[in-house]
């Protein structure tokens, strides 16, 4: 089938990059139609399964830095990872054809492919229609996932502690080019406000609605 998701491009990522998609993967798999209350096939990995090879990737990085004689593991660990992701996400595209449904393909975690357009005029980015902002793994993080988009383009997040009416409260956090990214270094215990936008060589889209989350 056409692979409509950038799995190649899982590759380029460094270890502790790759772990942190795989999670972020594995938490909206969790939520997502083609897996929440689901009887899978044994040849679908899944959520569960996604998450104990990023743990895999993790100790196994740990390991070929302290040991050169573990880096085939540490490759074999990249590879078995990639590959639970690539079926998971075929399993997706079958279940959003099935059900034909293709938001479903906007919410795995994965950047999708998106064929070249003929017109080279670069639109100006929309508005974000899905944001997701949830506490991270470690205190004073959050994880932030938005809907993919075409071409290439930046993620602006910024962050509020004060009233976000008010447009000198609002400070630059973080840009990013993944549709899923955690953030971390925020002030723990306190309420904190976020909102996003896209960037491109057209200029930038508008704020997405304002988030709220007390940081932990």
Request: aromatic share 8%; with cysteine; net charge neutral.
């Amino acid at each position: 089938m056409s692979e409509p998701f950038d799995i190649p491009g899982l590759r380029d990522l460094s270890d502790g990059d790759l772990a942190l998609q795989g999670e972020a993967v594995a938490d909206l798999l969790d939520e997502h139609a083609a897996f929440k209350d689901q009887t899978l096939p044994a040849c679908i990995p899944g959520p569960t399964q996604i998450r104990q090879d990023a743990h895999q990737v993790k100790q196994t990085s740990t390991a070929a830095r302290l040991d050169p004689s573990k880096e085939p593991a540490r490759q074999a660990a990249r590879e078995k990872m990639i590959q639970s992701i690539k079926f998971s996400c075929q399993y997706v595209v079958m279940y959003s054809t099935h059900t034909n449904n293709p938001y479903l393909l906007d919410t795995v975690g994965v950047n999708r492919v998106h064929k070249a357009p003929r017109s080279t005029v670069i639109k100006l980015p929309q508005k974000f229609n899905k944001v997701k902002i949830s506490h991270g793994d470690k205190s004073g993080a959050v994880k932030i996932y938005v809907n993919s988009w075409e071409g290439k383009g930046s993620v602006v997040v910024q962050v509020c502690y004060g009233d976000p009416s008010l447009e000198e409260s609002w400070q630059q956090l973080k840009m990013s080019h993944y549709c899923h990214f955690t953030v971390e270094g925020l002030e723990p215990a306190r309420r904190a406000y976020f909102r996003v936008r896209l960037m491109n060589d057209a200029g930038v889209g508008p704020w997405s609605e304002v988030m709220e989350l007390i940081i932990i």
